[in-house]
């Protein structure tokens, strides 16, 4: 097959500038990203760090909610759901989380370049780096960009063959409160602080959405210093002027005071003292607190942050940095590989060639592109010890960014690491597995001031301060307490698939015991005396009344109650693997039987709510009561055959009614179409995803911009390829007429494996099957098998394969 691993495949190419932000192509190494427009007379580099976030520790818990959960309760339970809804709505409700912000920009004017010929821009997915090159009548000019996650910097380097050389003039900017000033001769330091709040200002109606407030906010620096090869260099009015060099290098570092800020907040919280004052402010600690906390580099001011980083880069030539980087990256990277088939679209720039797929050509490369490109941009904006990839990863330009560009927990948090498992790029799971550790102490104090409850609980928004309680707004997205619920299953995927019973025992039970005691607590009687959640809501949906009123809250959503009887078998499971906790595990046994089952209506679909309500929005965006097909599996061919007809119904329905319209839900469509192993129809939503809602840059379209949709998308394509959920190695399960002849290496299954498969005319050729532990796994496919073992002798295809770490088993399609 031709090789399309290496090369031009994995690029995304243009022959002319970007003219906005949805154009500009993304770097980041999880801590620090950019957005790169590839200007020529004037270049902007928009740029972001992971922590820079509105807001400061405080405590948000309404501390009056739980005087009105038994009342509530009641109304549920007669069935006066609008009163029940309003009462939420006034009285149970808490406050947005905070924003995600804008660093800054590097802007770069060149004079002289208007004008230009052969202008080409790309970012090379397999080496991480971004470059731009044009002619004009002096000469060729050529920039390339990257991002180092080993040394924390970003790197550009401009070089000239005109005559004149490099003209530049180089300044950095932020639309936060911010002062720049030089450093010597060759240096521009950016300092400045972060709102202490910001409104949901979506939809720009809020004249007061951003608050500054003295002393308080998050304070960053943004750090540039510049190496130049000829010419020489001015400082003036905070800006650097290159004249007539050959070749111009520019390093930046950027920081935040955010460790300093939650060492103080813990410092004084550990000590006793007030955390707030009675304006609700945060108390700073002094000099003397603050050195008496320290405890390593990590609580360095900005400035010493970004000058440690600066002068080490300082030490190592360019092309040492540059390999540096790329050895990184790829290591990441070049796990994976997948060809789907190729197409002469391939060789066109990306925009022109999204444009020929729009408008109904075939290219199986350009969505092998996109399940790459979700791979890269999970590499750039989730990396061990960085934020977790957010709304839109790591990329953002707005000071009021849609939905706060924040950690929505109803699925698109979840969405972001779909992929990271299968894709073989677990480590990076590791910053969402950080973030739910880190929620799940501020979301036991919700649990107990809201609720009343044991545990640990979030809801439907999160931000960096980790706020865990109902956001303002409406019930039907704000009041959702499995916001923990859900995020526990990520803490059971990343150990089904790396088996580590250290993980198990020390990060992942713990937490999954405490969402689990949040839940066991959450639960009450229904009518019929089983056991479900009131108030109970489907994230962001609603129903219609008896009175013809569009509601939200009910009991016992069909989400809720497949959410936890998940996160229970999960828990029971891992403490049998433990030996452990035995009455625990028998509490959850005892429960399990008590949990109101899944039903399905009279007319063969998954009921969404406890009773059979009409739905309010039929084409909604939100399929959550699909849950149990996917990610979860409980609903599936041998277990609920019934309720796998009743998923399928309810897709139907849904999408006749208008449903999979915004770029993430049709990711989730890619997704529950394999789990039917309809490949037909995953493949479908593939095509709608990238016809309707790709930005020319390949960013998923909500719209606006949201990076869900871009790693869900990658999921599925991963999930038409492998299943391994039920247990098993289900080979090639949902292949799509469009993928006649393709490869996929580097996929992991759950269980520890990772396998090498290749198909022509959709029909296994052969698969590599490489055990990372000893163990038994049974093979699936449409067609029987023959399996080899590394001594040359063949296993029983009917029976489980036995397996040994560190071998791999050959296995072809039995023609017979």
């Known amino acids: 097959m031709r090789d399309v691993n290496q090369g031009q495949a994995w690029k995304l190419k243009y022959e002319q500038p970007a003219a906005v932000w949805e154009e500009a192509l993304p770097l980041g190494n999880g801590h620090m990203g950019a957005m790169v427009f590839g200007g020529t007379a004037e270049e902007r580099y928009q740029l972001n760090e992971d922590t820079l976030w509105s807001g400061f520790p405080r405590d948000t818990n309404n501390y009056e909610a739980l005087r009105y959960l038994k009342k509530a309760r009641e109304l549920v339970a007669e069935g006066s759901y609008t009163e029940a809804e309003k009462l939420i709505n006034s009285r149970m409700l808490g406050v947005n989380c905070q924003a995600y912000m804008p660093l800054g920009d590097l802007l770069l004017s060149q004079p002289g370049t208007d004008s230009c010929t052969e202008y080409s821009r790309e970012l090379d997915l397999d080496s991480g780096i971004a470059s731009v090159s044009f002619r004009t009548e002096a000469g060729v000019f050529t920039r390339e960009t990257w991002i180092s996650a080993p040394d924390g910097v970003m790197v550009v380097r401009a070089s000239s063959e005109a005559s004149g050389g490099l003209n530049l003039e180089l300044a950095l900017s932020s639309p936060l409160r911010h002062t720049v000033r030089t450093a010597g001769v060759t240096g521009l330091v950016l300092e400045g602080r972060c709102p202490t709040h910001i409104a949901d200002n979506y939809h720009r109606d809020h004249p007061y959405a951003i608050q500054y407030e003295d002393g308080l906010g998050i304070a960053f620096e943004l750090h540039m210093q510049l190496i130049t090869t000829g010419g020489s260099v001015e400082a003036a009015d905070g800006r650097l002027i290159v004249s007539g060099a050959d070749q111009v290098q520019l390093v930046l570092a950027a920081a935040t005071d955010y460790e300093q800020v939650r060492s103080r907040a813990a410092h004084l919280k550990g000590s006793g003292k007030p955390l707030f004052s009675a304006e609700g402010m945060t108390v700073k600690a002094g000099a003397a607190e603050l050195k008496s906390s320290r405890t390593g580099a990590e609580l360095l001011s900005p400035a010493e942050r970004c000058g440690l980083r600066l002068a080490a880069a300082a030490e190592v030539p360019y092309e040492v940095l540059k390999q540096r980087h790329i050895t990184d990256h790829q290591a990441l990277f070049r796990r994976m590989e997948l060809d789907l088939g190729w197409s002469e679209a391939a060789e066109l720039p990306t925009d022109e060639r999204l444009a020929a797929y729009k408008n109904g050509g075939e290219d199986p490369a350009l969505e092998a592109l996109l399940f790459q490109y979700g791979r890269y941009l999970l590499i750039g904006s989730s990396r061990p010890g960085s934020q977790a990839a957010n709304l839109q990863g790591i990329w953002n330009e707005h000071v009021t960014p849609p939905w706060n560009s924040n950690y929505t927990t109803n699925i698109n948090t979840q969405m972001n690491y779909w992929l990271a498992e299968a894709g073989n790029l677990s480590e990076l799971h590791g910053p969402l597995i950080d973030l739910i550790s880190e929620l799940s102490e501020t979301g036991a104090r919700t649990a107990a001031v809201h609720y009343g409850a044991r545990g640990w609980t979030a809801h439907h928004n999160v931000d960096l301060w980790r706020s865990s309680v109902p956001s303002g707004g409406d019930a039907s997205w704000a009041f959702w307490p499995m916001g923990g619920v859900w995020l526990s299953r990520h803490l059971w995927e990343h150990y089904a698939y790396n088996p ?71 828990c029971v499971e891992a403490a049998r693997i433990l030996d452990t906790d035995d009455a625990f595990r028998q509490q959850l046994e005892q429960t399990l039987p008590q949990l109101a089952p899944l039903v399905i209506t009279a007319d063969g679909r998954v009921q969404e709510w406890y009773e059979d309500f009409s739905e309010a929005e039929p084409g909604h965006r939100h399929v959550s009561h699909l849950y149990g097909l996917y990610p979860g599996e409980m609903i599936n061919e041998q277990d609920t055959p019934e309720l796998v007809e009743a998923s399928r119904r309810t897709l139907e329905k849904r999408i006749a009614s208008g449903g999979g319209h915004t770029g993430w839900s049709c990711a989730w469509l890619i997704n529950l179409y394999a789990r039917l192993r309809d490949g037909e129809a995953a493949h479908s939503f593939v095509r709608t995803l990238l016809s309707r809602s790709a930005y020319p840059n390949l960013f998923d379209a909500h719209p606006p911009f949201q990076i869900d949709g871009n790693f869900g998308a990658a999921a599925g394509i991963a999930e038409m390829l492998l299943q391994s959920h039920l247990g098993e190695l289900r080979l090639l399960p949902a292949l799509p007429e469009a993928w006649k002849n393709g490869r996929v290496k580097g996929i992991r299954a759950r269980g520890g494996y990772e396998l090498e498969l290749e198909w022509q005319d959709r029909v296994l050729v052969s698969a590599r099957i490489a055990a990372s532990r000893n163990g038994e796994c049974r093979l699936v496919y449409d067609r029987g098998l023959k399996i080899r073992r590394p001594d040359g002798s063949f296993a029983d295809a009917a029976e489980p394969l036995r397996v040994k770490a560190g071998e791999v088993y050959l296995v072809t399609a039995d023609e017979a």
Not at 519 to 539: E, F, I, M, Q, R
């Open 500 to 570: 580590d019973p250290v993980f198990l025992q020390e990060t992942a039970y713990p937490l999954m015991k405490g969402a689990a005691l949040f839940a066991l607590d959450w639960l009450v009687k229904g009518p019929d005396g089983l056991l479900v959640t009131n108030p109970s809501t489907s994230p962001e949906n609603r129903f219609v009344t008896a009175e013809g009123e569009a509601c939200s809250v009910s009991m016992g959503s069909a989400m809720d109650m497949s959410l936890i009887r998940e996160l229970f078998g999960h």
